[in-house]
């Protein structure tokens, strides 16, 4: 596998489920990221990692648990989410997380809550 | 603040035409600039990336972007659109930890 895979690439999920995705990166990068696309708004930046620590935090409900074990895995945990949160959520990675450098993006998963 | 601007969040052109897309941006420094493509049910691709020097810079696909530090704008452009380029496009600028995105332009194609 080259680039950045992520699993599933689609999930429904009730209310009171607890799932979470998976994102791995091949590209040797050192950053991670998490969006949230939903229709008709500007992608949302929801957690930035760096070298495996967390470095960004975008106000995100702790219905989500981001977690990164590793520089080449990075986990979405979800637990009791809202309809509201039915999107397509977005991993990225770069080489570091400073702003010139451009990131590299999966194909993202499409979650529906029912 | 700093943001990105898309003013055109729909757009539709004929094979072999010529493309522009329009970016406006706002940022307190020199900005780093990018433009991505998303096709349905895909993840976001890299076009092209303004970092510093030669304002013309050249991407994938034959595209191109041109920034203008007086205009504040980064507009991509393709001399000549193919059906396959239909899709959404995104600006974007460098922020300290982030990207700041656009809402997006989508792209039609017609025969």
């Known amino acids: 596998e080259t680039g950045v895979t992520q699993t599933p690439r689609h999930l429904v999920m009730g209310m009171t489920n607890k799932k979470s995705l998976k994102c791995e990166q091949h590209l040797g990068h050192n950053a991670m990221y998490w969006y949230k696309q939903s229709a008709k708004k500007p992608l949302e930046l929801m957690f930035v990692?760096?070298?495996?620590?967390?470095?960004e935090n975008n106000s995100v409900p702790s219905r989500f648990s981001p977690e990164c074990p590793n520089s080449s895995h990075l986990f979405l945990h979800l637990h009791t989410l809202q309809p509201e949160d039915s999107a397509l959520y977005l991993c990225?990675?770069?080489?570091?997380?400073?702003?010139?450098?451009?990131?590299?993006f999966g194909p993202g998963t499409r979650l529906t809550v029912l | 603040a700093q943001s990105v601007t898309q003013p055109d969040i729909h757009i539709t052109v004929s094979e072999g035409a010529s493309l522009e897309l329009r970016c406006n941006y706002s940022y307190g420094a020199t900005p780093y600039l990018f433009w991505y493509v998303q096709s349905p049910g895909q993840g976001l691709q890299l076009l092209l990336k303004?970092?510093?020097?030669?304002?013309l810079v050249q991407g994938i696909k034959g595209f191109e972007a041109e920034f203008k530090r007086s205009q504040s704008s980064f507009n991509l452009r393709k001399p000549s659109v193919h059906w396959s380029d239909a899709a959404e496009y995104f600006c974007?600028?460098?922020?300290?930890?982030?990207?700041?995105f656009g809402t997006g332009t989508l792209l039609a194609v017609q025969p």
């Open positions: 303004y970092f510093s020097g030669d304002t």
């Open positions: 990692y760096s070298l495996e620590e967390r470095v």
């Open positions: 974007a600028v460098g922020a300290t930890n982030k990207l700041i």
């Open positions: 990225a990675s770069s080489q570091e997380e400073t702003s010139g450098v451009g990131q590299f």
